[in-house]
């Protein structure tokens, strides 16, 4: 089962802030968000993760609603090198090893 | 520094054939993940590492597919009897994660995966 959900694609003007949301309603407390993107023809890569405070790093960053129930990542000043597929996650349990559940993504498609 | 490498990166099997797929983790990472990737999907979990110990194989989809860390650092996807529903990209991950504790917090390394084609 998903647990979470995202829109199948966005587009994003070049030099523009991308926000990126995600559903996660069934997070429980000691689940993360992570977010991965993969571009064309590579490896997934990773880009930030959270608990339940906003991060930011020199990538992106995540805003996590005071319930957790959904989450926006924001790439402040997108470039065409940011096209790609974005994956949000949840963490999976304590017996999971911290395997996680791609979904389908969002493709993100930054335009000039 | 050297990041996660993985070969073949392009496979071609007849249907009925074995294939072998490398993975070598980033040094010193204890964990290793094996995910499959079908066209337009999302990747899919497979297997999981800790050094050499298998300790998750619940993604395998079938016995056919077998893999193995001997020595705690390169590994190896091996499917036998390939079966055309096996094309797919074969992504290989790493990280320092050491235990399946209470919270998941180790970035995991992706290669660039092997994209297996059978015909």
């Known amino acids: 089962d998903a647990k979470t959900t995202q829109p199948p694609s966005m587009d994003c003007a070049e030099g523009r802030a991308a926000n990126l949301p995600c559903n996660h309603s069934?997070?429980?407390?000691?689940?993360?968000v992570y977010w991965y993107r993969q571009i064309h023809s590579q490896g997934p890569q990773y880009i930030i993760h959270?608990?339940?405070n906003n991060e930011t790093n020199e990538m992106a960053s995540l805003i996590i609603t005071e319930d957790r129930k959904s989450s926006t990542l924001i790439l402040p000043h997108a470039t065409l090198r940011d096209t790609a597929v974005y994956y949000c996650?949840?963490?999976?349990?304590?017996?999971?090893?911290?395997?996680?559940?791609f979904g389908a993504g969002t493709q993100v498609v930054v335009t000039p | 520094g050297a990041g996660v490498s993985q070969s073949p990166r392009y496979k071609v099997a007849k249907r009925g054939q074995d294939v072998a797929l490398r993975c070598d983790p980033i040094?010193?990472?204890?964990?290793l993940f094996w995910y499959q990737q079908a066209l337009g999907q999302g990747p899919e979990f497979l297997t999981y590492?800790?050094?050499?110990?298998?300790?998750?194989k619940s993604g395998l989809p079938s016995d056919r597919f077998f893999a193995e860390r001997p020595e705690g650092s390169v590994s190896t996807l091996k499917i036998q009897r390939t079966q055309q529903e096996d094309s797919a990209v074969y992504l290989c991950?790493?990280?320092?994660?050491?235990?399946?504790?209470?919270?998941?917090?180790?970035?995991?390394?992706f290669g660039p995966g092997t994209r297996l084609t059978v015909l």
């Open positions: 040094s010193g990472h204890v964990s």
């Open positions: 590492f800790q050094n050499e110990a298998q300790l998750d």
């Open positions: 959270g608990l339940k």
């Open positions: 991950a790493s990280s320092k994660r050491t235990s399946g504790g209470y919270t998941s917090t180790d970035t995991q390394y």
């Open positions: 996650i949840v963490s999976m349990t304590t017996d999971s090893w911290g395997k996680l559940q």
């Open positions: 069934t997070i429980s407390g000691n689940e993360y």
